[in-house]
């Protein structure tokens, strides 16, 4: 990469990993976050080097965004609502303000700017309901939350400025990504399960019946894919599904949380019924064999990464590594 690289949720999950590893290169580096969930502790660090800079501002603001590009070649455009979860009560647009409209504003920035390439994290609730096969990139798209929707929308708009103004696109559709700095204001289920369990270390109320299984990625695994397939796959627009090809159940989950905790019989309460939350996709196989094609495959497989994630996160809240507890009542 040639001329800087923006990152939008740059102070994020993935945005900071993704930011430390370009910074290492020797990329000059834009961070762009409003830190409505991203923290500056993900990134303090980075700010100490001269080619990398921080601007704090909402993708809602265009002549920030604007500003934000000029110079500009590559967008890494990870920046979304955080809270995918949609519940009763909840505002019907913020996933549309926050995705789509802030996508759109991303895309014109560049387009008046003169930026060339697009990196776009996507995510596999824009095929929705699956019949439990995996599930290749011509699946059909039926989203049945308002965050996949706006998603897919996202795609729709990427599409169309990729085709009238010449750009280089890369979207990928990611499985769950989980890593040290996982996000709490998230509610990815197992930052979720570890504030339960400190609030109440005899019970944990699991949402749904606990069978739903998906798959997981680490966060580190996700940003080496991407830069990857941004250097294996140059063609005009590139759909890339990212994940591995196995899944673990959400009570899998909840066991191996208590265990590394050294927790004994942990009462499971379950919420029932067969998804978590309003627009859940209860279970989810991304087909990964395109990327895998491009020789790209991840290290270690969902019940690893999600092991992973968990001693990181316990780690990073000052718990260390607990060790195994006993077993969990049902």
Same mark, same amino acid.
């Given at each position: 990469?040639?001329?800087?690289v923006v990152i939008?949720?740059?102070a ?9 590893t370009?910074?290492?290169?020797g990329e000059n580096?834009? *961070?762009? /976050?409003?830190l409505s969930s991203g923290?500056m502790?993900h990134?303090e660090?980075?700010?100490e080097?001269?080619?990398?800079r ?6 809602l603001?265009?002549?920030?965004v604007q ?11 990870l920046?979304?609502?955080?809270d995918i979860?949609?519940?009763?009560g909840d ?5 549309l303000r ?7 504003h991303?895309?014109?920035a560049?387009?008046r700017?003169r930026v ?8 596999s ?5 699956s /019949?439990?096969?995996?599930?290749p ?14 998603k897919?929308?996202c ?5 169309a ?7 280089q ?5 990611? !499985?769950?990504i989980?890593?040290r700095k996982?996000r ?10 570890i504030?339960k ?6 019970r ?9 299984a998906?798959s997981?990625? *680490? ?8 830069l990857?397939?941004?250097a294996?796959a ?6 890339l599904?990212?994940g591995?090809d196995?899944q ?5 989950? !909840?066991?191996?949380?208590? !265990? ?5 019989d942990?009462e ?9 939350w309003?627009? /859940?996709?209860p ?5 990964v ?8 495959r991840?290290t ?17 809240r000052?718990?260390?590594? !607990? ?8």
């Amino acid at each position: 990469m040639n001329g800087a690289v923006v990152i939008t949720g740059g102070a994020g999950c993935i945005g900071s990993d993704l930011a430390e590893t370009l910074v290492k290169r020797g990329e000059n580096v834009v *961070l762009f /976050d409003n830190l409505s969930s991203g923290k500056m502790e993900h990134i303090e660090s980075l700010l100490e080097c001269p080619n990398c800079r921080f601007i704090q501002a909402d993708l809602l603001d265009i002549q920030a965004v604007q500003s934000a590009m000029r110079g500009a070649e590559t967008v890494f455009h990870l920046a979304a609502n955080p809270d995918i979860r949609f519940e009763k009560g909840d505002a019907t647009d913020k996933d549309l303000r926050q995705n789509t409209m802030a996508t759109y504003h991303v895309l014109e920035a560049m387009r008046r700017e003169r930026v060339a390439r697009i990196i776009f994290s996507s995510t596999s609730a824009v095929y929705g309901m699956s /019949d439990g096969r995996a599930i290749p990139e011509d699946f059909p798209t039926r989203p049945v939350s308002l965050y996949g929707a706006t998603k897919l929308g996202c795609e729709g708009l990427i599409c169309a400025f990729q085709h009238l103004f010449g750009l280089q696109a890369w979207i990928f559709r990611f !499985a769950n990504i989980v890593g040290r700095k996982t996000r709490a204001k998230g509610r990815t289920v197992i930052s979720d399960f570890i504030a339960k369990l400190e609030a109440d270390p005899r019970r944990l109320e699991i949402l749904g019946d606990g069978k739903q299984a998906k798959s997981y990625l *680490l966060s580190r695994e996700c940003v080496d894919a991407m830069l990857f397939a941004v250097a294996e796959a140059p063609s005009g627009l590139n759909i890339l599904n990212l994940g591995c090809d196995d899944q673990v159940t959400v009570e899998e989950i !909840a066991r191996r949380v208590v !265990a590394r905790m050294g927790l004994h019989d942990v009462e499971f309460i379950y919420s029932g019924g067969e998804t978590g939350w309003l627009g /859940d996709v209860p279970r989810f196989l991304l087909d990964v064999t395109a990327i895998n094609r491009l020789g790209w495959r991840a290290t270690v497989n969902s019940a690893q990464a999600v092991e992973t994630a968990i001693g990181e996160i316990l780690e990073s809240r000052g718990r260390g590594s !607990a060790g195994q507890g006993g077993p969990c009542k049902r």
